[in-house]
């Protein structure tokens, strides 16, 4: 199975919105609402953002947002932040049991 | 507060062995199907395997299975990794992470990893 295919960067300046996005196919991203998004910083472990396509944790600021549209989902920040600089990881279930990670999106703010 | 602590990484030469362990805290361990995964440098994430919350189901990605062996001992909140044959590709840091919820497929911790490094 390949990895889920995400740009490799996005930007954007503070206060404005910039989206994310991760594809797949049929058989992962299209075939489940088990889209999960991860924020990595430098040196750090990933965080979760979004759980289950649209789903924050608590603690998550509401400016995360996820969606699907087919086999594509995407990550929407709004209101960019400078600590929203990161690197940003989609993964979904890919049936059988097994897990597949998008390559990841360097999102910087400018 | 939910820890988990990985150690056992190291230099290792191609076609050796090791054995990652990682320590949990905080929270019901036996309860939660855990994970382990990697992340080669300056790469993205990689799963790797995972084990359910009894230890009586176990799952690998096709790049590790036959060589690698996932485990825990719930008498002592510790998930294991047990590493053979191991290969240049392999190496990575090795994060093991908390499944949210005994059901979906995302993880709400993870630990700070440890580092695998495959080489002669």
């Known amino acids: 199975q390949s990895a889920l295919t995400q740009p490799p960067s996005a930007s954007g300046s503070p206060g404005q919105s910039v989206t994310i996005s991760c594809t797949g196919t049929?058989?992962?991203?299209?075939?489940?609402?088990?889209v999960s998004w991860y924020q990595q910083h430098p040196g750090k472990a990933p965080k979760l953002m979004i759980y289950?396509?649209?789903q924050r944790p608590s603690g998550v600021p509401d400016r995360f947002s996820g969606s699907k549209s087919g086999n594509t989902a995407s990550l929407t920040v709004s209101g960019l932040q400078a600590e929203d600089e990161a690197d940003y990881y989609c993964s979904s279930y890919a049936g059988s049991k097994t897990l597949l990670f998008g390559g990841g999106t360097k999102l910087t703010v400018l | 507060e939910v820890q988990l602590v990985e150690s056992g990484g190291g230099l290792v030469q191609p076609g050796g062995s090791l054995r990652l362990s990682c320590a949990a805290s905080g929270f019901t361990f036996n309860n939660y199907p855990m994970s382990w995964v990697r992340q080669a440098p300056g790469k993205g994430l990689e799963w790797v395997s995972a084990i359910s919350g009894g230890g009586d189901f176990t799952l690998y990605a096709d790049s590790v299975k036959g060589r690698f062996t996932i485990s825990r001992d719930n008498s002592k909140d510790t998930l294991f990794l047990e590493m053979n044959s191991l290969r240049a590709e392999d190496t990575a840091l090795y994060y093991c992470?908390?499944?949210?919820?005994?059901?979906?497929?995302?993880?709400?911790?993870w630990g700070q990893g440890t580092l695998v490094t495959v080489s002669s």
């Open positions: 992470a908390k499944r949210r919820a005994a059901a979906g497929h995302n993880f709400d911790s």
């Open positions: 289950e396509v649209t």
């Open positions: 049929s058989s992962d991203v299209g075939g489940y609402n088990y």
